[in-house]
């Protein structure tokens, strides 16, 4: 296919990650990010292979998928035993895109595995960028023992076929320099607002939304409203597979549960379930559909106390376009997602932080509805990404003709 124009049709390979199915409201934020990138290219006109599981229902040109169904129950099994899913996964789709061979640009979803296979797939391929969802590791993470992760993206310094972006400015500042050449700026995320449900008349509670580990910050959102006699829902899932307040009371009951060893299902037991109240505060499990559009839309606020810097957060946004303002804290991607006071508040501190839980009621829903519009919305981000894709297209054409 023809690139030389930007109104030119491309033929754009998504590989998403085989852990799950990618659809409308998708839980987890990547795959909610793929469905309205493969939705919104697809409705502008371009082709789009999705390499995905045989479960999802994107509207994307065409779907295809090595595994039929979602490997996520396998996520947090050792190394040695999941790495034949993504590996199988992502060979799957370079195997079949080298078949095609009219791909214009390959666009890559699957951390750190992707890129490693993706560096030496020149000459057959076409230009590939891959995008950094997770955060870089810092000095801070590397002193607690974390694995250093900056030592893997230096090495792709000298691959010339292969482009990163990142998903928010901060999340750039934390890149080491020798990735700096292949690192092509960021593509904030986006959704669709028309999907979600708009209401300006709220009820009396706020909402925690999200995977319940310490970095979200479930503990200090239970402390906030219980200190101050206020209702709040936590939705999420714990440690990866338990979904539902059954599933979590089977799991407490039983002494050899898989779960007993693992650090989210004990910040859960030892910091958030001792301050769950019934009416006050609650743990509603996993919220999809129009469940979760009921909840953010009738949500008082979002509150998220993060203890991390989150790289996005698109449940941010999703708040923000049901008419729900959002008080956090300003780490990570939050002051780019967050005009203090005018669709939500961040805080410096505990104190400011309950302060502003006061004030959610002085946020206009319509303003928090058209920062989505404007910035954050599924038609912008695709936009954005044809601009990268193009770009990186010109640059391989201009390096072959050399």
């Not at 951390?111 to 969802?133: K, R």
């Not at 743990?283 to 999809?288: A, L, M, P, S």
Request: hydrophobic residues 40%; positive net charge; proline residues 5%.
């Amino acid at each position: 296919m023809s690139t030389d124009e930007a109104g030119d049709r491309l033929k754009i390979a998504l590989i998403a990650p085989p852990w799950l199915s990618i659809g409308p409201h998708c839980y987890f934020g990547i795959e909610n990010m793929l469905h309205n990138l493969a939705t919104s290219l697809t409705q502008l006109g371009h082709h789009v292979e999705l390499f995905t599981v045989g479960t999802s229902t994107t509207a994307a040109t065409k779907l295809r998928w090595y595994h039929e169904k979602n490997q996520y129950k396998h996520i947090h099994r050792p190394y040695y035993q999941t790495s034949s899913i993504i590996i199988s996964h992502v060979l799957y789709a370079l195997n079949a895109i080298r078949k095609q061979g009219d791909f214009d640009i390959i666009h890559d979803h699957n951390d750190f595995i992707g890129p490693a296979i993706m560096a030496y797939c020149n000459g057959e391929f076409p230009p590939i960028l891959h995008t950094i969802h997770e955060p870089f590791t810092n000095a801070k993470l590397v002193r607690k023992g974390i694995p250093d992760n900056r030592l893997m993206y230096e090495q792709f310094k000298l691959i010339k076929h292969l482009y990163f972006n990142c998903v928010s400015q901060p999340q750039i500042g934390e890149a080491p320099k020798e990735l700096k050449s292949r690192l092509l700026g960021f593509v904030h995320n986006g959704i669709d607002p028309a999907e979600y449900k708009f209401q300006t008349r709220k009820q009396d509670f706020f909402a925690s939304v999200g995977s319940i580990k310490q970095d979200k910050g479930q503990a200090a959102a239970a402390r906030f409203c219980r200190e101050q006699g206020e209702k709040l829902q936590i939705a999420g899932i714990i440690s990866g597979g338990i979904a539902t307040p059954a599933e979590l009371a089977a799991e407490l009951a039983d002494p050899r549960s898989p779960y007993r060893n693992n650090a989210d299902f004990k910040y859960f037991v030892h910091e958030v379930r001792p301050q769950l109240k019934d009416g006050q505060v609650e743990y509603i499990g996993v919220v999809q559909g129009g469940r979760k559009l009921r909840l953010l839309a009738q949500a008082k606020a979002l509150i998220s106390p993060i203890e991390w810097e989150e790289p996005f957060g698109i449940i941010v946004i999703e708040a923000l376009a049901s008419g729900t303002p959002v008080v956090t804290y300003p780490r990570g991607a939050m002051p780019e997602l967050i005009q203090h006071g005018v669709n939500g508040f961040l805080a410096k501190n505990e104190r400011e932080f309950k302060q502003y839980m006061q004030r959610v009621g002085e946020i206009d829903p319509e303003a928090c509805r058209r920062s989505v519009e404007q910035k954050f919305s599924a038609t912008i981000m695709a936009e954005n990404y044809l601009k990268l894709y193009r770009k990186i297209i010109k640059k391989q054409a201009l390096a072959s003709a050399k």
